[in-house]
């Protein structure tokens, strides 16, 4: 459900609200995961792990639109 329908199916203000405070609860969950991931793994580690992710999501991209 898009934003645009849920705010018009219901209320604008409400709408606004629960999107403001469901991102501020995502952004809060990544600072402290990523703090918390800080700390038991070096920077270097971190990078390459995030490297491997974004090819292995490239590598699937690229399969799903040989594919289709």
């Not at 329908?5 to 604008?12: I, K, R, T, Y």
């Not at 809060?28 to 490297?51: C, D, R």
């Given at each position: 459900?898009?934003?645009t ?8 203000p ?10 501020g609860?995502?952004t ?24 491997s ?16």
């Open positions: 459900c898009s934003f329908a849920l705010a018009a199916a219901s209320s604008p409400g709408v606004i609200a629960g999107s403001l405070a469901g991102h609860v995502a809060l969950i990544a600072v402290l995961g990523g703090s918390l991931l800080g700390t038991f793994l070096s920077e270097k580690i971190i990078s390459y792990i995030g490297g992710l974004f090819l292995a999501f490239a590598a699937v991209t690229l399969v799903e639109i040989a594919t289709s």
